[in-house]
């Protein structure tokens, strides 16, 4: 178990640093750059000062070639990478256009006639480092998912020994070793009962809403939380095999085998390699033939290079990104992997996982039956009344109900549990009892309730019947909208549930689903999502341990918060309020996000259209040469245009 727990853990810390390790040079590069940008002629010019510092050329070349170095490594060790992976994209981009600069302005110094722009230089590798580091930012810790997982299991078991009892670590317990799991304790390792009967609640580990009734013989699996009654198991797996290290095996496997799209700004940075290298050796050739003069191509050939890579496409993404982010965070979800909430526009099908996240995965009264003449207020009175002191699902779901009904309980006297049949008690001088479904006489009523998998009580009075409850797992109000909304948009809502086929079929039926599957086991809920994404690219909902590896192998996997925290973990996308109209949400401002940024990408590579013909001295005939600072104005302009236009997703 250990291994692994270092393996989950090293995620976050890599990515801090990574994190501050941007910060850093961003922070340097740009306080380097206050010096370069004064002490550069163009500046100057443009902003019409000047400042006079002998040698100023040479403290320039010193500075930045310290912002060239340390501020443009990420950009530089990038272009190598995308380079070996034949993928020349954003990092090729920049490391061209910087280095260009450099070289350019290094040679300008050292008596290339021509203008030096070291300002470009470094201007570029400060806006550059910014977008890259907004981007982290906004793309939180990644997988803390397996950490999780492993702090579900518990760290120490009360071992059965000659001596008594004694308190080992779960590490060391071998196969055959018996344990006392207590009262609301959780079972430390799967194993099997031998001593003692309780119900234990496996919600977290199976999605099965109710607990289950454990007793000799029976098995259990580590991280479940034991109920009312103390358990002696006898353990049967250890370490790697036990349920929940197979889980967590499966999340991890999934989490490996995710293949990262390419972003659109990669793409569009490719498409301007390609221009920026074509047009600039096309420019030197050019004016070479056509002037001779070897310095003026240069200069021209090496402003068409770095005017190519505009500041605004470093920002057309991640400015939109972080507004998204925020109003995400508004909207009361969070984004923890943007390519996945990138992908939720093109969302064909949403798989909904059953308990707690369509229902609220509690028991509730859904009917009321009342039998010779009484009325369903008095049935739920009197078996509230009955139940008040049990602690059972059932009884509280009854009670619930008395309660938000406002109706007012009789007291009652000689309470007690009937073994296999139920609770009996004098209410209000009435000798009542609530008993399981066996002992109604055949009612078409109840049968019908029960074929849609609700659990049905019966409310006796000396024997006979005065009424029926049925009780099963309340759907959500807010799920039936969720659905409509997402319908509406042209997605499918299908279900996955453990819970059996009828119970499957009433839900599915009452929200109008298109499609459900029921009685999935965890392990193969990531299947059901295979099978539904040959067709789809699919969003998965869910909570629960035993979602976690259909939340990993959805295209988009959607956490709804209040479940656990390995869920939370393993999810793209997290949903703070339990309310699954958020999914819709999810989808609309996936949309909305996706197509501010082909706008922005529009905006910062369009003004490449104007920028790189003139800057290659096409229009020089008629005087009109793109200068640098001229270029650099245009700039500014797309990165403003750029920034308001991410603003403008708030609206």
């Known amino acids: 178990m250990d291994h692994d727990h270092h393996h989950g853990g090293g995620g976050g810390h890599h990515h801090q640093a990574a994190l501050a390790d941007f910060k850093r040079r961003f922070l340097v590069s740009t306080i380097l750059t206050v010096p370069i940008l004064l002490l550069s002629p163009t500046i100057q010019t443009l902003l019409g000062f000047s400042i006079e510092v002998p040698g100023a050329e040479y403290l320039v070349l010193v500075l930045a070639t310290v912002v060239y170095v340390y501020g443009g490594y990420p950009f530089l060790a990038g272009i ?13 981009l920049i490391a061209v256009a910087i280095t260009v600069a450099y070289f350019y302005s290094a040679a300008v110094v050292f008596g290339v006639s021509g203008e030096g722009f070291f300002w470009e230089l470094a201007t570029l590798i400060d806006i550059m480092l910014l977008g890259h580091w907004i981007e982290m930012r906004s793309v939180l810790g990644a997988s803390r998912a397996l950490e999780e997982l492993v702090r579900i299991m518990p760290q120490e078991a009360h071992r059965l020994g000659d001596g ?14 018996r344990v006392l799991v207590k009262p609301g304790e959780k079972i430390p390792i799967d194993g099997v009962v031998v001593e003692g009967e309780s119900s234990v609640n496996e919600a977290m580990l199976t999605g099965e809403s109710q607990p289950v009734r454990r007793r000799s013989g029976d098995p259990v699996i580590g991280g479940a939380i034991n109920g009312e009654g103390s358990l002696v198991v006898e353990v049967e797996k250890v370490g790697a095999d036990t349920y929940l290290s197979q889980v967590v095996d499966l999340v991890r496997r999934a989490q490996e085998s995710r293949s990262r799209t390419q972003d659109l700004a990669n793409r569009a940075a490719f498409f301007l390699v390609v221009v920026a290298l074509s047009v600039g050796v096309l420019t030197f050739v050019g004016w070479v033939y056509l002037v001779g003069d070897a310095g003026f191509a240069i200069e021209r050939a090496a402003t068409v290079m770095v005017i190519t890579c505009p500041h605004a496409l470093g920002l057309a993404v991640p400015l939109v990104i972080a507004v998204s982010t925020a109003l995400a965070a508004q909207s009361g979800f969070l984004i923890r992997d943007r390519q996945a909430f990138e992908q939720a526009k093109d969302i064909g099908a949403v798989v909904f996982d059953k308990t707690g996240t369509l229902t609220e995965g509690r028991f509730g009264v859904t009917d009321l039956l009342a039998f010779g003449g009484r009325t369903e207020e008095e049935v739920l009175r009197l078996a509230a009344s009955l139940e ?15 309660e938000d009904r406002g109706l007012a309980l009789e007291p009652t006297e000689e309470f007690r549990a009937v073994p296999g049949r139920g609770v009996e008690a004098v209410v209000a001088g009435r000798r009542l009892e609530v008993a399981g ?3 109604l006489e055949p009612d078409p009523r109840v049968e019908a309730l029960q074929r849609q998998g609700k659990t049905v009580v019966s409310l006796l009075e000396d024997t006979t019947p005065i009424g029926a409850l049925a009780l099963a797992d309340i759907v959500r109000p807010e799920s039936r909208e969720a ?21 499957a079929a009433w839900v599915a039926e009452d929200l109008g689903l298109d499609q459900f599957f029921a009685g999935v086991l965890p392990h193969e809920k990531a299947e059901r999502i295979a099978e539904v994404k040959k067709n789809h690219v699919v969003a998965m909902v869910g909570d629960g341990i035993n979602d976690a590896p259909a939340l ?12 656990t925290d390995v869920a939370v973990e393993s ?11 958020d999914a819709a949400a999810v989808v609309d401002l996936s949309k909305k996000t996706y197509a501010k940024m082909v706008q922005n990408l529009f905006w910062a590579t369009g003004y490449n259209a104007f920028a790189i013909p003139l800057a290659a001295g096409v229009a ?32």
Do not use: F
């Open 437 to 439: 479904p066996g002992s």
């Open 483 to 503: 659905i409509a909304r997402l319908k509406a948009m042209g997605v499918q809502c299908m279900m996955l549930t453990g819970d059996n086929r009828y119970v």
């Open 80 to 92: 190598v990478d995308e380079l070996k992976a034949r993928m020349p994209g954003m990092m090729t």
């Open 571 to 581: 999810a793209d996308i997290v949903l703070v309020k339990n309310d699954p109209r």
């Open 620 to 651: 020089s005939g008629y005087g009109l040469v793109l200068s640098p600072a001229a270029g650099a104005i245009l700039m500014s302009a797309s990165t403003v245009i750029v920034a308001v236009n991410a603003q403008l997703l708030r609206r």
């Open 164 to 177: 008594g009892v004694e308190e080992v670590t779960v590490e060391a317990l071998a196969v055959g070793d």
């Open 552 to 563: 990993v192998s959805a295209d988009v996997g959607i956490a709804i918060g209040a479940g």
């Open 388 to 402: 008040a002191r049990s602690e059972h699902p059932i009884a509280r779901g009854i009670l619930r109900e008395a």
